[in-house]
């Protein structure tokens, strides 16, 4: 249906906006491929949200430009509106409303007759799960059916363009990867999705691109690939039996892995982060490195093998950490700062 | 209401992609609605919120019949010999002071909607943009019938006797409904500047409290020194309050009918505006 067939889907230049003395969005640019999931990711505050806004149209931009499928955001808003949904990062739709209600009226807003928007609706809650809860208010619902009620929000017409700002924000895992479904089920559909995140695993699940966001600004931008040969393939944890075979297995690793190895506060522990450069993938680095320990005679209880987490994502693209815990998924990597 | 079963402690039903991928197939839409259709969706969500919180009408009840049986008592007397005499003069005044005073709470409705998730989906919709808060006017206007019935059947309790009958007492209400319609753009655009509901309650009660008070509502202004009534006899509640007090008397107004409505003109091409550029700016 579009006239710009060929234009990406999402392309900005120097998007800045300010709120007082903050450059929340400092000279953003991205450009984002038609028919893809395009993760942003970045810690709280980073300005992930505030871009989102932009581009859906919610806020104008002080400097800079950004299209949408071709139309100017700021100058042909209509027609970037006609063309894009919107989930934001907390539930955008009205919770004193049943789902149904939710439904029936975006549908009606959208310009469906009633018999189709309450038609429509019901599929919707069917697809998604939520009959049951149909005729329940929003505000009754757990944090996994408000994710789903908003999405079903946002298909209500397929959009070309979805934004999800932070889907799965304080979802428990089990909801979490129900949300990864339907985001891989909308873009088989042909949707492009703009994701943003704060979790590295989701945009690693979901998203061909990644750009990611500090402060306003965009310091790293490529394939999953590319971002993680940047900093690293991850890491390996390690709880030995004896806490007097540690200064053995620390030399070991460290000659086998080339790897920065680091002792725990746990006298019996050590974690080691894994060269991505090495060749070989973070499983056969383990692997080896667990063959060599038990050749020493060296007993491993336990063992773990973490990616690496946005921690250290940031740590490794600007010299800093993101200034809160990230208490997230797989990123097991706590980075100890003890003097061993 | 049903009270809802703790959802957490239900496992959802999975999400079935093949249904929801046979949806996303459907790439047609509709043709974009019409300013009317959106307004009047949102005036709908409006009323499913009275459905779903009935609470929310005990301003447009009790206050009305507060201030009916107050005024009529306490001035009744002194003013006009007795409450059966004097509501005859005041229960189209009370009406319209009743009404224009809820009106404010239009600008704390928007106010805390507006912070909630839910608006950014409604900005973001192609639509006519004044929609949803045409859509809360159109909502409050049916708060504003409901009050004014109420009122109406109380003073008709108290021996309110209107000579326009019943045509005439619509005439009234529609008047004050299309006053309040226009009206209700300065809450709106304090709804939407204002940082806190507090703050819009606040401000609301200082342009209300002398807006209605300083008015015919309650006693004749010539009675009022000379700079009062410079005030007093152009104010929009004055013109409202005689339009309304003429029409239940089955007398024709025009003058003062086209007074109000001149007014309610112009506060709805000063305050619309501004409340437009607000929200698209919010």
């Known amino acids: 249906m579009s006239t710009h067939t060929s234009d990406p889907a999402i392309e900005t230049a120097g998007l800045v906006k300010t709120f007082g003395d903050t450059r929340a969005v400092d000279g953003v640019d991205l450009s984002v491929p038609a028919g893809t999931v395009y993760g942003v990711l970045g810690p709280n505050g980073a300005g992930k949200t505030t871009t989102v806004k932009m581009l859906a149209t919610l806020l104008r931009p002080d400097a800079g430009e950004a299209r949408v499928f071709g139309r100017?955001?700021?100058?042909?808003?209509?027609?970037?509106?006609?063309?894009?949904?919107?989930?934001?990062?907390?539930?955008?739709?009205?919770e004193d409303l049943t789902g149904t209600e939710n439904l029936v009226l975006l549908g009606r807003l959208l310009g469906h007759g009633k018999a189709a928007a309450r038609e429509r609706g019901e599929q919707l809650l069917a697809a998604f799960g939520l009959t049951d809860a149909a005729a329940k208010q929003v505000k009754h619902y757990s944090g996994g059916m408000r994710r789903r009620i908003d999405i079903a929000a946002s298909i209500l017409n397929t959009p070309d363009l979805l934004f999800l700002d932070e889907p799965t924000t304080g979802l428990d895992p089990?909801?979490?990867?129900?949300?990864?479904?339907?985001?891989?089920?909308?873009?088989?559909?042909?949707?492009?999705?703009?994701?943003?995140?704060?979790?590295?695993?989701?945009?690693?699940?979901?998203?061909?691109?990644?750009?990611?966001?500090?402060?306003?600004?965009?310091?790293a931008e490529g394939t999953k690939g590319e971002l993680k040969a940047s900093v690293g393939a991850g890491?390996?944890?390690?709880?030995?039996?004896?806490?007097?075979?540690?200064?053995?297995?620390?030399?070991?690793?460290?000659?086998?892995?080339?790897?920065?190895?680091?002792?725990?506060?746990?006298?019996?522990?050590?974690?080691?982060?894994l060269a991505a450069a090495s060749g070989d993938t973070a499983a056969d680095q383990a692997a080896k490195a667990l063959g060599e320990l038990a050749r020493a005679g060296i007993t491993v209880d336990s063992f773990s093998l973490g990616q690496p987490s946005l921690d250290e994502v940031f740590l490794a693209l600007t010299g800093h950490d993101t200034g809160q815990s990230t208490g997230s998924g797989t990123g097991t990597d706590k980075k100890d700062e003890v003097a061993a | 209401m049903s009270t809802a079963t703790t959802p957490e402690s239900r496992e959802l039903t999975p999400v079935s992609a093949d249904s929801?991928?046979?949806?996303?197939?459907?790439?047609?839409?509709?043709?974009?609605?019409?300013?009317?259709?959106?307004?009047?969706?949102?005036?709908?969500?409006?009323?499913?919120?009275?459905?779903?919180?009935?609470?929310?009408?005990?301003?447009?009840?009790?206050?009305?019949?507060m201030n009916l049986l107050m005024f009529t008592y306490l001035f009744g007397g002194a003013l006009a010999g007795s409450p059966g005499d004097y509501i005859q003069f005041v229960l189209p005044g009370i009406l319209v002071m009743s009404v224009v005073m809820i009106t404010?709470?239009?600008?704390?409705?928007?106010?805390?909607?507006?912070?909630?998730?839910?608006f950014d989906r409604f900005r973001s919709l192609p639509i006519w943009r004044p929609s949803a808060m045409v859509g809360y006017l159109l909502g409050d206007a049916l708060r504003y019938t409901i009050a004014s019935v109420v009122m109406l059947a109380v003073g008709l309790l108290l021996g309110y006797r209107p000579d326009g009958g019943f045509v005439g007492v619509v005439a009234g209400i529609a008047l004050l409904l299309v006053f309040s319609f226009a009206f209700s753009w300065i809450w709106t655009m304090f709804g939407l500047m204002m940082r806190t509901e507090k703050s819009v309650m606040s401000v609301s009660m200082m342009v209300i409290f002398p807006l209605t008070f300083l008015s015919n509502v309650f006693v004749d202004p010539k009675t009022m020194p000379g700079w009062l009534q410079a005030f007093v006899n152009n104010s929009p509640i004055t013109h409202l309050a005689s339009a309304v007090r003429g029409l239940m008397a089955g007398e024709w107004p025009g003058v003062e009918i086209a007074w109000t409505l001149g007014w309610a003109g112009v506060l709805l091409l000063v305050f619309g505006p501004v409340t437009m550029r607000l929200y698209n700016r919010k």
Request: aromatic share 4%.
């Open chain 1, 72 to 94: 100017d955001v700021v100058r042909e808003a209509d027609e970037v509106r006609s063309r894009v949904s919107l989930t934001g990062q907390y539930a955008s739709v009205d």
């Open chain 1, 174 to 219: 089990r909801s979490r990867n129900q949300v990864w479904d339907i985001v891989r089920a909308v873009v088989a559909q042909g949707t492009t999705v703009l994701l943003t995140t704060q979790y590295l695993d989701e945009a690693d699940q979901l998203a061909s691109r990644i750009a990611v966001i500090d402060k306003g600004k965009v310091i």
């Open chain 1, 235 to 273: 890491s390996v944890h390690l709880r030995l039996r004896d806490a007097e075979e540690r200064p053995e297995a620390e030399r070991l690793l460290r000659n086998l892995l080339v790897a920065e190895v680091q002792p725990d506060p746990d006298p019996v522990a050590l974690s080691a982060r």
């Open chain 2, 20 to 65: 929801l991928a046979a949806l996303l197939v459907a790439k047609e839409r509709p043709p974009r609605p019409s300013a009317l259709s959106t307004s009047v969706t949102f005036g709908w969500r409006a009323i499913l919120k009275i459905k779903h919180v009935p609470e929310q009408l005990f301003d447009v009840t009790a206050f009305p019949i």
């Open chain 2, 104 to 118: 404010m709470y239009t600008g704390i409705s928007v106010n805390v909607d507006i912070e909630k998730g839910v």
